[in-house]
C-alpha cells in the first residue's frame, strides 16, 4: 500500500513563473490536507480539501495560491508568479474520514520549492 | 488564537538517557494531541496520539503525558538511541466548523549523543 505520493520532491522556479506541486493521497483516503514548513519554522496549515471541494483553505494566501482535488487524479496545489518568500517545502496529508476523533493524517515526503 | 511552543533549542542527551520534550499550548484545551517525527527532509511521521481524557500513553520506548491544567504535554523516550535523533512535533487537534483542524508547533529537535 504506497503512502502518500509528492511530485516534484524538488522544483526550481524563476520569480514571477508558476509551480504546480501534486499529491496523490494513500489508496483509500478521500481527505488531502497541504501544510508549507519555511526553514526553522512549524508546519503551517494552508488547505483542506474532499473530493471536489475545498473545505478550509483559511491558510492560504488570498491571492497566487489555489489548491484544488477533482474526481480523477490527484490534488494540485498551484502558486502562481512566485516569489522568493514562496521557497518552502510544502506537504501533502491525507486521511481516510475528516479529521475527526483524532483520525490520523498521513503525510508525504513533501516538495521542496526553490525560487531563484 | 492558538499558541503552541516547544523548546526551539535543540536537546542533547546521552544515549541510553531518558530524553524529555515539552509541549506547551495556550487558549483552548485540544481534544486530542499527537506527536510527530521529522526527519531532515522527510515529511513528518504520526507516533503517538493522546486524549484529553487520558493522563498517559505509552508506545514501546514512548511516553506521552497530557495535563489540561497546566496545558502542558511531555514527550519522553527511554534508553534513548542515536537512532532517536530527529525532531519532534507536537500538534493539537482543535474543532472548527465541524471537524478537527490539526496545528503545529516548531518542534524540538533531538541529538542522541553515542
Known sequence: NAGVMQNPRHLVRRRGQEARLRCSPMKGHSHVYWYRQLPEEGLKFMVYLQKENIIDESGMPKERFSAEFPKEGPSILRIQQVVRGDSAAYFCASSTTGPRSGNTIYFGEGSWLTVV | ?114
Open chain 2, 1 to 114: 488564537s492558538q499558541k503552541i511552543e516547544q523548546n526551539s533549542e535543540a536537546l542533547n542527551i546521552q544515549e541510553g538517557k531518558t530524553a524529555t520534550l515539552t509541549c506547551n499550548y495556550t487558549n483552548y484545551s485540544p481534544a486530542y494531541l499527537q506527536w510527530y517525527r521529522q526527519d531532515p527532509g522527510r515529511g513528518p511521521v504520526f507516533l503517538l496520539l493522546i486524549r484529553e481524557n487520558e493522563k498517559e500513553k505509552r508506545k514501546e520506548r514512548l511516553k506521552v503525558t497530557f495535563d489540561t491544567t497546566l496545558k502542558q504535554s511531555l514527550f519522553h523516550i527511554t534508553a534513548s538511541q542515536p537512532a532517536d535523533s530527529a525532531t519532534y512535533l507536537c500538534a493539537l487537534l482543535l474543532t472548527r466548523g465541524g471537524y478537527q483542524k490539526v496545528t503545529f508547533g516548531t518542534g524540538t529537535k533531538l541529538q542522541v549523543i553515542p
